[in-house]
């Protein structure tokens, strides 16, 4: 059975030494080949213009444009020292014609109805204070027919994957908040149950042994 879940933070990551941190974690999974940029794809969301919720440091979204023609993306996040990086290695991918960056909280998304043809994010779900509300507006600024791919941790994977997630987790600075975002994240039931209370269309809950992601029902 899975430990009570403790919420973490709903003010995303910030500060410029933490920020950078991140990055630096971010990277080297990007190096490693861990990135979901496959399960996005293979979800669907191959084209138009994506919304990514949370981006962190932005490599996901980076390397679907990479991965896809003539797309674009849109990157929101709280934290404007996060959106900093986000430029900067937008930049370094010579992408930055294609990926903008906006400061804004998820559950109060500054995009128009059906505004986008699909959405996206990993590793944001944890943080969101009212995760409900956020779908309801992922849900909101989709076009009719739009895809969605949420990913994040789950609460009540192995103790021994657990561990060595932990151990194999650099820089080490980077621990504690590994630690925080796996205690804050959701079991499949829990997730369950607050899909079905929002207004995203046939979402379908799939696992693995370390994570939980939700997409269209077929997906």
Not at 146 to 168: C, E, H, K, V
Request: aromatic letters at 8%.
């Amino acid at each position: 059975m899975a430990q009570r879940r403790i919420p973490e933070t709903d003010s995303g990551i910030t500060g410029q030494f933490t920020c950078e941190m991140y990055n630096e974690m971010q990277r080297r999974f990007r190096d490693r080949g861990w990135m979901e940029t496959d399960d996005i794809i293979k979800s669907g969301i191959t084209s138009g213009h994506a919304l990514e919720v949370g981006p962190g440091p932005g490599y996901l979204g980076l390397e679907w444009l990479r991965k896809t023609e003539g797309t674009r993306l849109t990157g929101l996040d709280i934290s404007p020292d996060m959106l900093e990086i986000c430029r900067r290695n937008a930049a370094e991918y010579a992408l930055s014609d294609r990926a903008t960056y906006v400061e804004s909280k998820g559950q109060s998304m500054p995009f128009e109805d059906g505004y986008f043809d699909a959405v996206f994010t990993n590793g944001s779900l944890h943080e969101w204070q009212n995760p409900v509300d956020v779908m309801n507006e992922i849900a909101r600024v989709l076009k009719p027919g739009g895809r969605y791919f949420i990913s994040d941790l789950r609460r009540d994977m192995n103790p021994l994957l657990r561990w060595i997630m932990w151990l194999g987790c650099r820089p080490k600075g980077m621990r504690p908040g590994l630690t925080t975002s796996v205690n804050a994240a959701y079991t499949p039931d829990e997730l369950r149950n607050i899909v079905g209370r929002s207004t995203l269309e046939t979402p379908r809950v799939h696992g693995n042994a370390i994570g939980l992601s939700i997409c269209q029902a077929g997906s």
